[in-house]
Every structure is written in structure tokens, then in C-alpha cells.
């Protein structure tokens, strides 16, 4: 079975500061592990993803992620926060031989000026 | 390209009434899914085509939701009779063969069903 976890619903930060979204995730075989952010009334727009090669993948926006297998982690930082970035954020894993989706719930930024 | 558009983009209805909800996906995709979100349930697949074939529908809530994709540029999800709790914002997203791993989302449609 497959399932992401987001640990923190909301997340505040103030501007200028480490923002760190957490996601982990559990699968049987070696998933393929993507961020999405979504703006107020807008879609999903994919921040970045990780499917093979390099464990530290760079997104839009200035945000990065590092897959950790060891810890089943995929967590999302961007060294300094901006107002711009106050948006939901959904952690989401998908098996290689498929293309069905899990999201994890999503996670709520907010950046305090 | 103009992305997977979605219409309506809002849509308010009587419990009881026919909703129709449409999508074009990207140009050239072959794969395309329907999303429902809601704030306890988060998002979830309600059903996915490839090459105009549902595969999975397992994510369909019941036999009021309907999906169709007539051809490789359109698709519709279809719930009669709508009620409240089907209020919600549903998305379409569209994927490629060349690049399956990613979807594309559409901007949604948010519907309120009073």
C-alpha cells in the first residue's frame, strides 16, 4: 500500500526565515515523489519532482527537496521564506509501473511579515 | 499552450438538479484525471482514462457520479441528482506518455449544491 504523510497542517514562518514542509511517505516499491503548491482558488502546479538520479531536486520558487530513503522522507525547504510563498502545499507519491497519484493532505503555509 | 481547462469554473446548484462538469486537457495527453477536494477529505482520485478508456474508477463515491471521455479532447464528469455533500472543488489533470510521471491541473471548478 501506498500513503504520504504530512506532519503539520499549518506551518507559519516569518519572512526571510527556513521554511520546512515534512513528507513522508510509505510505499512497497521505489515511488516516484513530487511537490505541488496551490495558490487561493487556483489548481495544483507541481514544484518539483523527484524520479531517479540526484536525491536533491530544485523546483520553482527557489525551493528544493531531498529524497531520503532511510527515512522515507521527502521534506521541502526554501532558505528564505517569502510573502509570495504563503500557499497550500501537497506532498504526493506515485509507483513507477502506475500513474495513480496519493496525496498527502496538504500542508498550509503561512509567511508573517 | 493554454493548459487543462475546466468549466464551469464555479457553479451553484439545487440539491436534486444534474451537474455537468467539463475538462480539456493539454494537447496531446493521453491521460486524464478527475480530483475531488474537500477540506476533510483533502483530494481525492474519483477516476482516471488512458486513451479514452477509464482504467480506474474505483475512487467514484457512488453510482451518481458519472465520468465520460468522448474523445482525446474532452471529458466529462457527470452527478445526478447532485446533493450538498457533493459540494466541493473538483479538478481534471492530463498527463502525457512522454512525461506520465507528471500531471497538469486544471484551475477547478468549485461546486456549491444547496
Known amino acids: 500500500a501506498q500513503s504520504v504523510t504530512q506532519l503539520g497542517s499549518h506551518v507559519s514562518v516569518s519572512e526571510g526565515a527556513l521554511v520546512l514542509l515534512r513528507c513522508n511517505y510509505s510505499s512497497s516499491v521505489p515511488p516516484y515523489l513530487f511537490w505541488y503548491v496551490q495558490y487561493p482558488n487556483q489548481g495544483l502546479q507541481l514544484l518539483l519532482k523527484?524520479?531517479?538520479?540526484?536525491?536533491l531536486v530544485k523546483g520553482i520558487n527557489g525551493f528544493e527537496a531531498e529524497f531520503k530513503k532511510s527515512e522515507t522522507s521527502f521534506h521541502l525547504t526554501k532558505p528564505s521564506a517569502h510573502m509570495s510563498d504563503a500557499a497550500e502545499y501537497f506532498c504526493?507519491?506515485?509507483?513507477?509501473?502506475?500513474?495513480?497519484?496519493?496525496f498527502g493532505t496538504g500542508t498550509s503555509l503561512t509567511v508573517i511579515p | 499552450d493554454a493548459g487543462v481547462i475546466q468549466s464551469p469554473r464555479h457553479e451553484v446548484t439545487e440539491m436534486g438538479q444534474e451537474v455537468t462538469l467539463r475538462c480539456k486537457p493539454i494537447s496531446g495527453h493521453n491521460s486524464l484525471f478527475w480530483y475531488r477536494q474537500t477540506m476533510m477529505r483533502g483530494l481525492e482520485l474519483l477516476i482516471y482514462f488512458n486513451n479514452n478508456v477509464p482504467i480506474d474508477d474505483s475512487g467514484m463515491p457512488e453510482d451518481r457520479f458519472s465520468a465520460k471521455m468522448p474523445n482525446a479532447s474532452f471529458s466529462t464528469l457527470k452527478i445526478q441528482p447532485s446533493e450538498p455533500r457533493d459540494s466541493a472543488v473538483y479538478f481534471c489533470?492530463?498527463?502525457?506518455?512522454?512525461?506520465?510521471?507528471?500531471?497538469?491541473f486544471g484551475p477547478g471548478t468549485r461546486l456549491t449544491v444547496l
Open positions: 489533470a492530463s498527463s502525457s506518455t512522454q512525461d506520465s510521471d507528471t500531471q497538469y
Open positions: 504526493a507519491v506515485i509507483l513507477i509501473s502506475g500513474n495513480q497519484f496519493y
Open positions: 523527484y524520479t531517479t538520479g540526484a536525491t
